[in-house]
């Protein structure tokens, strides 16, 4: 009875050294606290806020666009009461739905192409275009020190000649009247 009570325990319960667990790196003590760990928050996971969905603000300035900002009437050139609320909601309401329905029908696809767009670009930024970046610093570090050896080697000479065999000229310039 003794043995079964043991085995059911033993199974149901993570054995912990007390010197520390063989999955923590450094060795580390064991308590109750670094069991509870924070677990890295995986961006696939993370829950969408529903009612901000522009947090960075990038469609600020491109699609606010209300009523007012297509139709006005200006003073003197009035409409109807009636036909001026009718076209407010009906601007408003086809406006509303239409984006809904244009959202449900594109809205999915164009995410699956637009997800599928960025892992690509992605893939070759980080596979293709920092390595090729990378080499291209590399290999022109070595171009510029023969470049340098080079000018050092041809051009200094040549320059400091010229400059002492030109140092002696002196340009006066004389005022006429």
């Not at 510029?144 to 002696?168: N, Q, W």
């Amino acid at each position: 009875m003794l043995l079964k009570r043991f085995t059911e325990e033993f199974l149901h319960s993570p054995f912990i050294r007390k010197q520390g667990n063989i999955y923590k790196p450094n060795n580390k003590d064991m308590d109750n606290d670094s069991l509870n760990e924070k677990t890295m928050d995986d961006v696939h996971t993370k829950e969408i806020d529903l009612v901000n969905r522009d947090p960075k603000r990038i469609n600020d300035d491109v699609v606010k666009v209300d009523f007012e900002d297509v139709i006005a009437e200006p003073a003197g050139t009035y409409s109807f009461d009636g036909v001026w609320k009718a076209s407010f909601t009906t601007f408003t309401v086809t406006k509303y739905w239409c984006y809904r329905l244009l959202t449900a029908l594109v809205g999915i696809p164009l995410a699956l192409i637009w997800g599928i767009f960025f892992a690509i670009l992605s893939f070759l930024h980080i596979w293709a275009v920092v390595p090729c970046v990378k080499s291209y610093l590399i290999e022109i570090h070595c171009v510029s020190r023969v470049y340098s050896i080079c000018v050092h080697t041809f051009c200094d000479p040549l320059f400091e000649a010229m400059g002492k065999c030109l140092s002696s000229i002196r340009i006066s310039t004389t005022k006429g009247v």
